[in-house]
């Protein structure tokens, strides 16, 4: 029964030229369907127009020379899933010893280093996550630490190289971690945190070293102005501060120029982290997987933090132990509520319509008023928000990226399948002609064929 | 506790009012449901069941109910029998990140030697029936689970016995016929087998060796089993059921033949490339317990795996059933959505429904017994809210032996104590 496969040349360069192609891509026309714009509109018997890799334009009766027609009769269209949470590329399938590349567990404090520089393109995960629609992805070092480094956005495009993967512009992320792991990894190897006292000590020592660090280049910044304008340059000019690594990843931090995500699951924590936030001048983008964050669903609306969360994962530790379904819906509810849907799962992010759906069902039976439109919020503006790239994807109003989903019926459903995922405006996934040979390298010619 | 005080009674339900004191002797009617029987009567639209002594009387239309019987108006919403949760640690894991809380591996070794076999260990032994994952997972329509043991880090291949739990708090829990032992086989169970497939199936051939000695044989002073272990074992080789985890295709053929050569009924748990023996799986009726959702490989063995399988198998013959790999205790109820997604991908819905229902219990020894709605089965039903496989839909009640089960738990109450003030 074992299969090896043998496939021709040719489909494998026409697949290598999907990446290569979408700049100069004709325009792609979907009419006729019924649209979730990721503003939190929807719109009945819509067209929508990808023109050079942006979107054209959207509403009844488009028109465009030259573009390939698709009737979408009946079937849904979205802007392209977001997950702000993965460990696809650093967590690889398969989860040999040798793909552990998540946790930089020998130092809680280890901003120094980046995701971006372990992500293994070809993890099979990125080729089943574009099956489920996804075309943006945040892959973030694990939770083992109290800061663990920098987190890349990357496009789910198939790539030989990670740089071909990033978001051109995305700022960087860093992750953070509260809680068990941090206290368990080290109180483990007998060294701090082995409390959550120890936790919070450990940041708080980290960005007052970066504000003292801070300094140093403020200081140098003005020492150097000076010497600049001085007439007569009699002695040498002023010598820049060492970088280091560790402590630039927390000033960009504190200057803004790094979103701060921060793995939390109790509401307790939340609120001691948002002190801290405080103390140091930093904004909090979004506290991840907070099973608990229904029970401060007000605050976090209140101070602008989004919570990206698991509809029902639940359980598999104490601090996971409060879960309520209608978490993401509780979070949602306030004014300037911002509920994200994230997967943190190789299995989860080919689904996060359905994590959507689920919770969208729970929200709704608990009596708030929910409808797809405002759901699909979670995996597309809300989150392209928190990784600060909401000017460009997350939403299908002109003008934008052309990452969209057609899906084959109404997305919040268990049947629901992408028929078709467009990312800069080029079909990378079709369900209808799906690819002979799988993405991965690893997967290639191996017994029975890729995941499917 | 009275659980029946305790149920709340959804307002489409109000047909009717469920008091304390509820005995099993007062007939049950549900007049207009969408019957998923999971039997060869298929789907019975606009059917009614009716339950008497926690069994079920009778299946048809046009049901009536003796006087003093609840009558619920199921207003052609889906009915169908309780759900499996698949292979779990229900009872015997509360939180799984606290060894206290945990009980589903027997850590019996001596400093420095790695862990005996202990096919004696019984996991049932430790079940709670009042934990909370079963509350939160009855709730969501599962009626019954298999409790299994674990394998741990540096566990052992023969991981000792398990059974199927009826998920509705009673104490004794797990009828007899479904009892089961545990066989872990693959990369996850190598560190107390030599770090070698091979020594794990010749770990397992000297334990059938001391069970049933060969008449000729004198005991030497080597010894894997204890004497409780052997008496066990034996009982498991004269035709007992065995469930082996295992994924990768050449591992499940050496079950195969393991299982033939000593007289056991194989199970397989897992099966990531069940495919790619299907046809043998098929003529021996071997039965495989797999996860929808996989199609990713996590380890070598799994390389190949789609979420086409469980179509595949079906198609093929093989007897299925569904359980849930990433926390198949906690979001066991996860099984459903993974069925639905099956059957997104070319498996048929009443087989998709039958791996959760009529699959499982056959396989575990239940057949007769649980998972379809006939007349002389156990009267555990689930009426949904919509597609019983649609992750929208939720269950709106569940009955265990004709007994309405509280849909309120520890999640429902948290949910309560802090919903927004102003939706």
Redesign the interface.
């Known amino acids: ?2 299969r090896f496969a043998c496939w021709p040349l040719a489909s494998i360069l026409a697949a290598m030229a999907i990446a290569a192609s979408s700049a100069h891509a004709a325009p792609t026309l979907i009419r006729n369907a019924v649209i979730l714009d990721g503003t939190g509109q929807r719109i009945d018997g819509s067209d929508l127009l990808l023109q050079d890799g942006r979107i054209a334009a959207i509403g009844p009766g488009l028109a465009a020379d030259g573009a390939e027609i698709i009737d979408a009769q009946g079937r849904w269209v979205t802007p392209g899933l977001i997950d702000v949470h993965s460990h696809l590329g650093v967590y690889a ?4 010893n040798a793909h552990q590349d998540g946790n930089e567990a020998t130092d809680p404090v280890t901003a120094g280093v980046w995701a971006e520089h372990a992500v293994w393109p070809q993890d ?2 990125f080729e ?1 996550a574009r099956a489920g629609g996804v075309t943006t992805l945040q892959v973030l070092p694990g939770s083992a630490n109290l800061i663990g480094g920098r987190g890349v956005t990357l496009r789910n495009v198939p790539a030989t190289t990670m740089q071909e993967m990033k978001f051109p512009g995305a700022p960087h992320g860093l992750k953070m971690a509260c809680g ?1 792991n941090p206290k368990r990894v080290y109180g483990g190897k007998d060294r701090a945190p082995s409390t959550r006292m120890g936790n919070v000590a450990g940041y708080r020592q980290a960005f007052a070293d970066a504000q003292d660090y801070r300094r140093q280049f403020e200081k140098y910044d003005l020492e150097r102005t000076a010497y600049e304008k001085k007439k007569s340059k009699d002695g040498p000019p002023p010598v820049p501060p060492k970088r280091d690594l560790r402590l630039e990843t927390l000033v960009g931090a504190m200057n803004g120029d790094i979103q701060v995500h921060i793995h939390c699951y109790r509401a307790d924590e939340m609120a001691v982290m948002l002190d801290l936030a405080r103390e140091f001048g930093f904004k909090v983008a979004a506290f991840h997987h907070g099973v608990e964050a ?2 401060l ?1 007000d605050r976090l609306a209140q101070e602008g933090v989004c919570g990206a969360l698991w509809a ?7 601090e996971a ?6 978490n993401i819906a ?1 979070v949602d ?2 004014a300037n509520g911002c509920a994200i849907v994230h997967s943190d ?3 989860g992010i ?2 996060l319509n ?1 994590e959507a ?2 919770a ?3 929200g709704q ?5 929910i409808p797809p439109e405002r759901a699909i919020r979670w995996l597309t503006s809300n989150a392209a928000r928190a990784l600060g790239i909401a000017d460009r994807v997350g939403t299908l109003e002109p003008g934008k990226i052309a990452d969209v989903v057609l899906w084959n019926r109404d997305p ?6 992408a028929d078709r995922v467009y990312l800069d405006g080029a079909l990378v996934f079709d369900r209808m002609a799906p690819p002979r040979e799988p993405a991965s390298d690893f ?1 290639l010619g ?7 | 506790m009275n659980r029946a005080a305790r149920c709340t009674i959804l307002p489409a339900l109000l047909a009717v009012s469920l008091l304390p004191g509820l005995s099993v002797a007062q007939d049950l009617l549900i007049r207009g449901a969408t019957v998923h029987t999971s039997s060869p009567r298929g789907t019975i639209e606009e059917g009614d069941v009716l339950v008497r002594n926690g069994r079920i009387a009778a299946v048809g239309t046009g049901l009536a109910a003796a006087p003093g019987a609840i009558v619920i108006e199921a207003r052609r919403r889906p009915l169908t029998a309780g759900l499996f949760g698949g292979i779990t640690a229900f009872g015997v894991e509360e939180i799984s990140g606290e060894p206290s809380t945990v009980d589903n591996s027997p850590m019996v070794r001596a400093a420095g030697e790695s862990l005996e076999p202990r096919p004696e260990f019984d996991v049932t032994v430790a079940f709670n029936a009042e934990s909370v994952p079963i509350s939160v997972n009855r709730a969501e329509g599962l009626t019954f689970a298999v409790v299994a043991p674990s394998a741990v880090t540096g566990g052992t291949v023969l991981a000792g016995q398990g059974a199927v739990a009826r998920l509705d708090g009673r104490i004794e829990a797990f009828p007899a016929p479904s009892r089961t032992l545990f066989v872990n086989l693959g990369p996850e169970a190598t560190s107390a087998s030599g770090m070698s497939r091979a020594a794990q199936f010749m770990l397992l051939d000297q334990a059938v060796r001391e069970a049933r000695p060969p008449a000729t044989a004198r005991d030497g002073d080597f010894q894997l089993l204890t004497p409780n272990g052997r008496e066990v074992l034996a009982r498991y080789l004269a035709g007992g059921r065995i469930a082996f985890s295992v994924d990768r295709a050449t591992d499940i053929r050496q079950v195969l033949a393991f299982a033939k050569r000593n007289g056991a009924r194989p199970v397989i748990v897992g099966g990531a490339q069940a495919t790619q023996v299907a046809s043998l799986l098929a003529a021996a009726k071997v039965p495989v317990i797999l996860d929808p959702l996989l199609n990713l490989p996590g380890t070598f063995d799994q390389i190949g795996v789609a979420l086409d399988h469980a179509a595949r198998l079906h198609e093929a013959g093989v007897s299925i059933a569904f359980t849930q790999l990433v926390d198949p205790t906690h979001n066991a109820f996860k099984v459903r959505q993974a069925a639905g997604v099956a059957v997104a991908h070319g498996l048929p819905w009443d087989a998709a429904l039958a791996a959760l229902t009529s699959g499982p219990a056959e396989i575990f020894g239940l057949g007769t017994e649980l998972g379809r709605i006939a007349p002389g089965y156990a009267a555990d039903l689930v009426l949904w809210s919509g597609d019983p496989l649609e992750v929208t839909s939720v269950a709106e009640q569940v009955w265990i032996d004709g007994l309405p089960q509280p849909m309120r738990t520890r999640q429902t109450e948290l949910r309560d104590r802090y919903r927004p003030r102003t939706p």
Not at chain 1, 365 to 369: K, S
Not at chain 1, 446 to 452: D, E, I, L, V
Request: charged fraction near 20%.
């Open positions: 029964m074992t399938s398969p989860a040999v099979p995960g089943t068990e229904y029970k669903a029902d994962w639940w359980g598999f530790k104490m132990f409060d879960a309520v379904w209608e509780f509810a306030p799962s190789a299995e080919q689904r359905q759906a689920k969208m069902a729970r039976r608990a009596g708030l008023e919040f459903s268990v049947y629901a399948l997967l191996q017994p029975t064929g890729g995941a499917r």
